[in-house]
């Protein structure tokens, strides 16, 4: 009973996605939505607001410098988390370690 | 005629020749991120693995004595700080943070926003670098005294 009740609303949710895939905007359109005019902005002044050719740099660095910022903190925690549970520290044990 | 690694005179005649190639290759991938494809990310990673080559051929010994863990510990402090340096020198000369164009240099804004993402990547490629290779000391150093 359960497995045909399942069968019968997998069905049904799948009929929806597809419903719903028929409703997405092309690929490459470039009058889609997600082809706004942030990306005609990047694509047209990125040169000239900051000087630098490469538009992913222009991006990565200036755009979206936080962004950036904010991954570098976190490669920068990875290693000092590993650094910290990996290291064996020659001159005093790390307190709490027994033996 | 290997050593007691067990690593043979061909693979150690061949990375001595490649390891300083791979860090050139890594410098210039770090310099041409504004002109070509590349970047701090990256460059950082190649030079890391070129000190983790060096570690796998010639033995974690060799390799921390070419490249001791504190310094980098200090060079993973040193990327980051002159990365967030930049935005708190953009703070001081009336800008806001990360605002390029506002360092006072006699220079036109769109240079001065240039020279300052190079900057901006060096310090993200000294991070990486340093924290590639202090993963790989961290995690290969723990069979051998």
């Known amino acids: 009973m359960i497995k045909i009740f399942s069968i019968i609303s997998l069905i049904l949710v799948g009929l929806v996605f597809f419903y719903i895939a028929e409703e997405m905007p092309d690929f490459g359109n470039p009058d889609n939505p997600t082809n706004n005019n942030v990306s005609r902005r990047y694509i047209e002044r990125s040169l000239e607001e900051t000087g630098v050719r490469n538009m992913v740099t222009a991006v990565l660095a200036s755009y979206r410098g936080y962004d950036t910022l904010g991954e570098t903190t976190v490669i920068f925690t990875a290693g000092v988390a590993t650094m910290f549970l990996f290291q064996r520290w020659k001159k005093e044990k790390p307190p709490g370690v027994r033996k | ?145």
């Open chain 2, 1 to 145: 005629m290997t050593d007691p690694g067990g690593v043979s005179i061909v693979v150690r005649t061949v990375s001595r020749i490649m390891i300083p190639f791979i860090q050139l290759f890594g410098i210039y991938t770090i310099a041409h991120g504004e002109t070509s494809a590349g970047g701090g990310f990256q460059g950082g990673v190649i030079l890391g693995t070129s000190i983790i080559l060096l570690s796998i051929v010639f033995g974690l010994k060799e390799a921390d004595r070419r490249m001791p863990r504190e310094l980098l510990t200090a060079f993973m402090c040193v990327g980051l700080l002159i990365y967030s340096g930049i935005g708190v020198l953009d703070l001081l000369s009336g800008g806001r943070y990360l605002e390029y164009s506002s360092l006072p240099l006699p220079l036109p804004p769109h240079e001065i926003s240039a020279l300052s993402i190079l900057g901006v990547e060096i310090g993200i490629g000294i991070t990486v670098m340093a924290v590639i290779i202090l993963l790989f000391f961290c995690l290969a150093g723990e069979r051998d005294a």
